[in-house]
Each structure stands twice: as C-alpha cells, then as structure tokens.
C-alpha cells in the first residue's frame, strides 16, 4: 500500500504542511500522499482509531488537538512527554507513538543563527503558552546561562518556571521590566500571537534597550517580517523569522516517518512563496 500521511487539525483550511509534505516526498521519490484532515474535537478519537484501522503511516497534530490526543496514543516518547504535547505521530508495529518536534524545529532553526554554544548565552522569551514551553523545555536542556520568561500574565510565567523538569536560573516579570533589562540577554524569542496577521503593526515590546549583538526570534511568520523583527533590522541586529520553526518540525517529523532527511531551504521557498514574500 502507498504510506498515507495526514494533518488533523481545525481548522485545517490554510495550512501549508501538506504543500512541503507532498513536495518532499516527490523529491525523495516515495510514491504517497499527505493529506489535510479537519477534525472537531468531540471527534478526535474516532479519527485517530479510523487511520489506525486505515493503516496511515504517521501524521501530525496541531491546534486545538496537541494535547487532548495523548491519551488515544499507544505510546508517547520522552520528550513529548516532557513537553505535555504531540505534534507528530508515527505507526510502529501497529501502534501510534506521539513524538514532539516543535522544540527541536525551534533550536534547529535558532542554531543557524549563533556562534556561540547555548551554554554560554542568556535567553528571555517573551510569552507563557504552549509554545512558549515546548522553546524553554528544549533549550533548557542545553544548559543556557540563564532563561528568563516575560508574560502579560506574570503567574502563567512562574507556573511554566516551576512545573520545568530539569531547573535553570530563570526568572519571571512583566513586560515593562522586560524592555529596561533587555541589555541583558544574547537571545530574545517572541513566542506570543502579537504582531501575527492581521495585527500587523503590534509588537511585544520595544527593542532600544537590545545589545548589539543580540539575536531576535519571532516565532510568527505571517507576516514573514513581523513588526518586532523589521525594528530589529533597523538596530542591526540579527533576526530569525517563524518560518524557519515551521519547517524545522515539519522536517524532522518527516525524517521521523521516512528516515530521509527533506532538503529544508526548499520547503522554507514553499512556504515563503505562498506567503508571498522574502525570507528574513
Ligand atoms: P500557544 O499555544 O500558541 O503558545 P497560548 O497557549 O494561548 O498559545 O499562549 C498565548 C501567549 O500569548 C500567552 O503568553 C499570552 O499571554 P497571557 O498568558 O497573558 O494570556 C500571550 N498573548 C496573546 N495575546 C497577547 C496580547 N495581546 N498581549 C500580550 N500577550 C498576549
């Protein structure tokens, strides 16, 4: 039989992951197909034992359903486990197992910008939800200097902080002590909705206080150059756009189900000429 692969997720209408999918299993020469599911959520189980009992290869799971689904899987894997969400699921000798790429995507996208090991930097992340965690869990376990959280809502920050499993020096504070302190940290990654279309001239906060050097993450990519990061580039300092997240998860949930390695810049061309833009 083909492998079938699939999305579910609701609303599913604009995704751009069976667009790279399909691209990439042309290109690796696999004769089968990623299709775009919409699933309500009183629904989600029935949907996980049909493609069970269709015999789908794997498929990934985003909003609303990334962490509802853990329970109808036959398996989860250390790190989704860690990170209280599955964004990818593979078949194992009939068995779902639920992996979690989006951490990974991040930091494969954010190593391409550094020179530097993690270890020897400091991070702030501005946002407290589910993205937000999944960034801090990974990059945690590279040890950074430090890994300080800035949320509207302070006590979302605290909670992320104290329910981490391996302990860093982090601390939790409001935007405003944010922007005076932000001369303190190599690393800033925005994690929150601000800025994302149609919201376009919002920003989380204002970057006059950066270092020169610092490195700025949005994980939004539509717009591909939110407002946070077009204020970035006019201090000079570096940026790394919401595509790069995307297509990392993307890509590693494909070596996930194939075990060929897609080629990334051509699935980030995909995304970026949908969208209708140039890259950061
Ligand atoms: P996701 O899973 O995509 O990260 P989420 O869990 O709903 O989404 O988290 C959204 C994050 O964006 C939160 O940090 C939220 O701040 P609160 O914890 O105070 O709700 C933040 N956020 C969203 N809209 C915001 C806004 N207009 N101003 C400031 N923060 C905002």
Not at 110 to 115: E, K, R
Not at 120 to 138: K, R, V
Request: charged share 20%; with cysteine; proline share 4%.
């Amino acid at each position: 039989m083909k492998p079938l692969y699939a999305l579910i997720a609701n609303p599913v209408g604009h995704s751009m992951s069976p667009d790279i999918h399909n691209a990439a299993l042309k290109e690796a020469g696999i004769d089968g197909h990623y299709h775009g599911f919409q699933v309500e959520k009183n629904q989600l189980e029935y949907a996980i034992k049909g493609m069970k009992a269709l015999g789908i290869s794997g498929f990934n799971v985003t909003v609303p359903h990334k962490v509802e689904i853990m329970q109808y899987l036959d398996k989860i894997d250390v790190t989704a486990e860690r990170l209280k969400a599955v964004n990818t699921v593979r078949l194992e000798d009939g068995h779902f197992v639920g992996y979690n790429t989006d951490g990974e995507g991040f930091l494969h996208s954010l190593l391409d910008a550094l020179d530097q090991p993690l270890s020897q930097l400091s991070f702030l992340m501005i946002g407290a939800g589910g993205a937000a965690s999944a960034i801090y869990t990974t990059i945690a376990e590279y040890a950074p200097k430090r890994f300080d959280i800035t949320n509207r809502t302070i006590e979302k920050a605290e909670a992320l902080i104290e329910n981490a499993v391996g302990k860093i020096t982090s601390s939790a504070f409001a935007l405003k002590t944010a922007e005076e302190r932000l001369g303190d940290y190599d690393v800033i990654i925005h994690t929150t909705s601000i800025g994302m279309y149609p919201n376009v001239n919002e920003t989380p906060l204002s970057l006059a206080n950066a270092k020169k050097t610092a490195v700025i993450c949005d994980i939004v990519y539509n717009p591909l150059e939110t407002k946070l990061l077009s204020e970035a580039k006019q201090l000079g300092l570096k940026t790394v756009d919401g595509v790069g997240m995307f297509v990392g998860q993307a890509a590693r949930a494909f070596e996930l189900w194939t075990g060929i390695t897609p080629d990334v810049k051509k699935m980030k061309s995909i995304v970026i000429e949908k969208l209708g833009g140039t890259p950061c």
